[in-house]
């Protein structure tokens, strides 16, 4: 059965949404699915509406964010919405300028001490500083969800929002700005993570009240440092954050990018999902995490092979993986150019497998 969002909200009757079941580690009718940047991308809806807004317009405008949050609802098979915001959202509490050209842009790049230490304490901001827009975002999108879709926030970690703050923009070449600071003054690194980790646990705890159900930590640049540097000048905020996060009651799904050094030392972080990419064997994290859940990790280029290719990839996927505690998804974001029969392929996939067990 499907639910879409535009459906009556099915009251006492509804069943809690397959994910948020997932999350609590009960065992579920089938596997919950979504996919990580659904909401933009390759949706048609989405490049038509592009085509009247900028960017700008579409993430800032809270009516325009909640339906762009449910389009790719209304379309597949989905267990979740992730909201329409960025990773960037939160910096203008900062202070920070910035742009997208398309990835965002820092007109003034923080590269020493001084830059770190005029940034406000994220503690001492007003409540509602921090993406007001995000927040009702979600007030929105979830008087229009159905109970049985979950609702997913999400922040940049760390030292992913610090990668472009010191950088200035993405980096082809590895953030080589924030690698040479964590050299260079260690301490100034450590404080400005230390107010990132602020910013991003009152801002995630904010959508928690907005009406998030989860939120997703997208650690897209997890693996720049060395393992040793990690342990000493990264973790200790992660930690923090994710601390903090459980003792609010917050439901988190790490998401660990392009680092399968750092995988074995995350499967120890406090959170009720680890996610990796498609580069670590979700097999292998399974039994590393026996009692966690675990989410991903099809390689988004398998899509663009094709439905068939997309199909079979998925039910291999599932082969290997048991499903207890399993949240299917891809092993980063969905490309632009992804054809949407392929979506439906995945989703087909794992729809049938409930079907075929039954
Ligand atoms: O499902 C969704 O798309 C939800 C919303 C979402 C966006 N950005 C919208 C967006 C999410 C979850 C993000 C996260 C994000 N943004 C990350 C972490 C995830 C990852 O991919 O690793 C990062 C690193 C960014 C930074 C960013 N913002 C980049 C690199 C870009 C360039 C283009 C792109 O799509 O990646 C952006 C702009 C951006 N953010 C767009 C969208 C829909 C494209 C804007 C447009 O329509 O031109």
């Excluded at 879409?4 to 949404?17: I, L, N, Q």
């Excluded at 790490?254 to 030392?265: G, T, Y």
């Excluded at 290719?309 to 969905?334: C, D, E, Q, S, W």
């Amino acid at each position: 059965m499907t639910s879409r969002p535009t459906s009556p909200r099915a009251g006492a009757a509804s069943s809690p949404s397959l994910l948020l079941r997932a999350l609590r580690g009960e065992a579920t009718p089938r596997r919950p699915a979504w996919v990580m940047r659904q909401a933009g991308r390759c949706l048609p809806e989405y490049r038509r509406l592009r085509e009247r807004y900028s960017f700008e317009e579409l993430r800032r405008d809270p009516q325009l964010a909640a339906e762009v949050t449910l389009l790719p609802l209304r379309r597949f098979r989905y267990d979740a919405a992730i909201t329409f915001a960025d990773i960037m959202s939160p910096i203008p509490a900062l202070g920070i300028p910035f742009r997208f050209a398309p990835g965002p842009v820092i007109e003034q790049p923080l590269r020493d001490a001084a830059a770190i230490d005029a940034l406000p304490d994220p503690d001492r901001l007003d409540d509602g500083a921090i993406a007001p827009e995000v927040l009702e975002t979600q007030r929105l999108v979830r008087a229009r969800l159905d109970d049985s879709n979950a609702l997913l926030g999400f922040a940049g970690a760390p030292l992913t929002l610090a990668a472009y703050l010191v950088e200035g923009q993405g980096s082809r070449a590895g953030f080589p700005a924030i690698r040479a600071l964590a050299h260079a003054d260690p301490a100034a690194f450590g404080r400005l993570l230390g107010k990132l980790t602020r910013l991003v646990a009152r801002y995630l705890v904010s959508q928690v009240r907005a009406g998030a159900d989860a939120v997703q930590i997208f650690d897209s640049w997890a693996g720049l440092l060395a393992v040793d540097e990690w342990h000493r000048l990264v973790r200790p905020h992660l930690v923090d954050l994710l601390e903090e996060l459980g003792r609010a009651g917050v439901v988190r799904i790490l998401f660990v990018h392009d680092a399968p050094q750092l995988v074995p030392a995350c499967v120890e972080l406090p959170a009720e999902v680890l996610a990796v990419d498609w580069r670590f064997d979700l097999a292998e994290l399974r039994r590393l995490r026996p009692h966690g859940a675990v989410q991903g990790n099809l390689d988004p280029a398998i899509l663009l092979a094709g439905p068939e290719a997309t199909f079979a990839a998925t039910k291999a996927l599932l082969a290997r993986v048991p499903a207890l505690g399993h949240i299917v998804n891809l092993g980063h974001g969905v490309l632009p150019q992804t054809p949407l029969e392929s979506v439906d392929a995945l989703l087909e996939a794992v729809h049938s497998e409930a079907r075929d067990a039954a």
